[in-house]
């Protein structure tokens, strides 16, 4: 039976990350705990001579006789650095953007347009980013977290399941995960019970996001350009996505640590008051990411048009609503844009830059047709792509796949999309590695990867797969709602 333990303080320690300072501010402390000059040293010099040799490369006829082995080459390399990054002690944004510059000047002609595209996904990231900011700094998302009044465990793994989900429909994955695991530090005592709650919030988050245009990176690129709609994923994606949480929360339900009573633990959420006018903004800020779709539909006009229409609203609305307070700075939207992950977005940058290379080289056309001839069944292709992201991350994935693939290929809402859009999203949670929501809960709770391998890949895994096999059913029968 589950115990709490009420004399166990819910603080958390000095060395617990803080979800409410940023990356960038936590990155700067561990850089000075792990400070060593002579290492560092070394590691620059090592950096600035393979850029130099890149650059003069670049120059070489070799490399312009042989431009699609060494795009090839530099992409491997480049993504091996993303893959091994913390074993390097290399940001993945520094190494996207260093991978990206020498294939854009190898295939700059042709990348004018996949230019743009690439700049509009950016931009409409950063806006929905800043837009969650400031509700978030107007603790706008207490109207949804105060409602939470259970202890149960079973109970309340359910709710923060079904919150998770409904949240990370219309937040990025790894913005729902600190606020949710926020939320459990204030619910719930540290024990394993509360790790094993991290867990679901990991899983839900990303099944959340894997049945909406606007609820994950990979489902949000997809969308823009067109590889599928808003109603018609929405309605095929739901019912698999919903599969995909429902049966590791099922399983969890069986083991020790959900099966016991849970004791009532002080209410630390009482403490934290809304900021003024904090349920405006919140209702004005998830109307803006909600309206995009609409916004969409209605006009025929790109996402990012709709996006920086509810971003502007939002900043005139703080401007008014704050002015003469000098003292809410921090509530106005330019503080939340010195808030915002940048790098993330800069590494998204770099990675659709080098993807978008190959694809004007036809590199990624010839890979296509090779899986084509060697693997037929476009539902093994799909599935394939989720699980290697739980590996590696998902938007240089995804952002292939698009390379590899158009719309005369396969159109607009067809089953390879819609399944490249679920098993990208879902797979991640299969290793906690494997997702930003994953990582997120690393750093905020010390979850160990071992300890998640043991616990929780394996009821993730059963949820991928039955969301896999209910989407085929649903596809194969027209049981969509």
């Given at each position: 039976?589950?115990?709490?333990?009420?004399?166990?303080?819910?603080?958390?320690?000095?060395?617990?990350?803080?979800?409410?300072?940023?990356?960038?501010?936590?990155?700067?402390?561990?850089?000075?705990?792990?400070?060593?000059?002579?290492?560092?040293?070394?590691?620059?010099?090592?950096?600035?001579?393979?850029?130099?040799?890149?650059?003069?490369?670049?120059?070489?006829?070799?490399?312009?006789?042989?431009?699609?082995?060494?795009?090839?080459?530099?992409?491997?390399?480049?993504?091996?650095?993303?893959?091994?990054?913390?074993?390097?002690?290399?940001?993945?944004?520094?190494?996207?953007?260093?991978?990206?510059?020498?294939?854009?000047?190898?295939?700059?002609?042709?990348?004018?347009?996949?230019?743009?595209?690439?700049?509009?996904?950016?931009?409409?990231?950063?806006?929905?980013?800043?837009?969650?900011?400031?509700?978030?700094?107007?603790?706008?998302?207490?109207?949804?977290?105060?409602?939470?009044?259970?202890?149960?465990?079973?109970?309340?793994?359910?709710v923060i399941g079904?919150?998770?989900?409904?949240?990370?429909?219309?937040?990025?994955?790894?913005?729902?995960?600190?606020?949710?695991?926020?939320?459990?530090?204030?619910?719930?005592?540290?024990?394993?019970?509360?790790?094993?709650?991290?867990?679901?919030?990991?899983?839900?988050?990303?099944?959340?996001?894997?049945?909406?245009?606007?609820?994950?990176?990979?489902?949000?690129?997809?969308?823009?350009?067109?590889?599928?709609?808003?109603?018609?994923?929405?309605?095929?994606?739901?019912?698999?996505?919903?599969?995909?949480?429902?049966?590791?929360?099922?399983?969890?339900?069986?083991?020790?640590?959900?099966?016991?009573?849970?004791?009532?633990?002080?209410?630390?959420?009482?403490?934290?008051?809304?900021?003024?006018?904090?349920?405006?903004?919140?209702?004005?800020?998830?109307?803006?990411?909600?309206f995009v779709p609409?916004?969409?539909?209605?006009?025929?006009?790109?996402?990012?048009?709709?996006?920086?229409?509810?971003?502007?609203?939002?900043?005139?609305?703080?401007?008014?609503?704050?002015?003469?307070?000098?003292?809410?700075?921090?509530?106005?939207?330019?503080?939340?844009?010195?808030?915002?992950?940048?790098?993330?977005?800069?590494?998204?940058?770099?990675?659709?830059?080098?993807?978008?290379?190959?694809?004007?080289?036809?590199?990624?056309?010839?890979?296509?047709?090779?899986?084509?001839?060697?693997?037929p069944s476009i539902?093994?292709?799909?599935?394939?792509?989720?699980?290697?992201?739980?590996?590696?991350?998902?938007?240089?994935?995804?952002?292939?796949?698009?390379?590899?693939?158009?719309?005369?290929?396969?159109?607009?809402?067809?089953?390879?999309?819609?399944?490249?859009?679920?098993?990208?999203?879902?797979?991640?949670?299969?290793?906690?590695?494997?997702?930003?929501?994953?990582?997120?809960?690393?750093?905020?709770?010390?979850?160990?990867?071992?300890?998640?391998?043991?616990?929780?890949?394996?009821?993730?895994?059963?949820?991928?797969?039955?969301?896999?096999?209910?989407?085929?059913?649903?596809?194969?029968?027209?049981?969509?709602?």
């Amino acid at each position: 039976m589950l115990m709490f333990n009420t004399n166990q303080e819910l603080t958390p320690s000095p060395r617990v990350c803080d979800p409410l300072r940023s990356v960038d501010e936590t990155s700067s402390q561990d850089f000075e705990d792990t400070y060593q000059p002579k290492t560092d040293f070394l590691k620059a010099l090592t950096v600035l001579a393979a850029a130099a040799t890149g650059a003069v490369a670049i120059n070489q006829s070799w490399v312009a006789a042989n431009q699609d082995v060494t795009m090839a080459l530099l992409f491997g390399i480049g993504y091996a650095g993303i893959i091994f990054e913390e074993f390097l002690a290399l940001n993945k944004s520094g190494v996207g953007l260093l991978m990206a510059a020498p294939s854009v000047a190898i295939a700059v002609s042709e990348l004018t347009r996949a230019s743009a595209e690439v700049s509009e996904i950016v931009f409409f990231l950063l806006c929905a980013m800043t837009i969650v900011e400031v509700v978030d700094a107007h603790q706008g998302f207490k109207l949804v977290t105060d409602n939470i009044t259970t202890r149960k465990p079973r109970t309340l793994l359910w709710v923060i399941g079904l919150v998770t989900f409904l949240l990370g429909s219309v937040l990025d994955n790894l913005t729902c995960t600190i606020i949710m695991v926020s939320l459990l530090r204030k619910l719930v005592p540290p024990s394993e019970y509360r790790k094993l709650l991290g867990a679901v919030v990991v899983i839900a988050s990303n099944a959340g996001g894997a049945w909406t245009p606007i609820g994950d990176v990979t489902t949000t690129m997809l969308w823009i350009h067109g590889q599928i709609s808003t109603l018609q994923t929405m309605k095929d994606l739901l019912i698999p996505s919903a599969v995909a949480l429902a049966v590791p929360l099922a399983l969890m339900s069986l083991t020790s640590e959900v099966s016991g009573k849970g004791q009532d633990s002080p209410n630390v959420l009482a403490s934290e008051q809304m900021a003024p006018r904090g349920k405006l903004v919140f209702s004005v800020g998830f109307g803006a990411l909600v309206f995009v779709p609409v916004f969409r539909a209605i006009t025929g006009l790109p996402p990012l048009m709709g996006i920086l229409l509810g971003l502007g609203v939002l900043w005139i609305l703080t401007d008014a609503i704050h002015c003469g307070e000098s003292e809410r700075k921090k509530l106005k939207v330019p503080h939340a844009l010195s808030r915002i992950d940048t790098q993330g977005a800069l590494f998204f940058l770099g990675i659709l830059l080098s993807v978008s290379s190959l694809e004007a080289a036809g590199i990624l056309r010839r890979l296509a047709n090779y899986l084509n001839v060697h693997i037929p069944s476009i539902e093994l292709i799909a599935s394939a792509i989720g699980v290697v992201s739980a590996i590696i991350d998902n938007v240089p994935l995804v952002a292939a796949t698009m390379g590899m693939y158009d719309l005369t290929s396969f159109p607009q809402d067809s089953e390879f999309w819609q399944m490249v859009a679920y098993c990208a999203g879902t797979g991640g949670s299969m290793l906690v590695t494997g997702s930003a929501a994953g990582v997120a809960l690393m750093g905020m709770e010390k979850v160990d990867f071992f300890w998640y391998l043991r616990k929780v890949s394996g009821f993730a895994f059963a949820g991928y797969a039955s969301g896999i096999a209910a989407y085929l059913v649903v596809h194969n029968l027209h049981l969509s709602p």
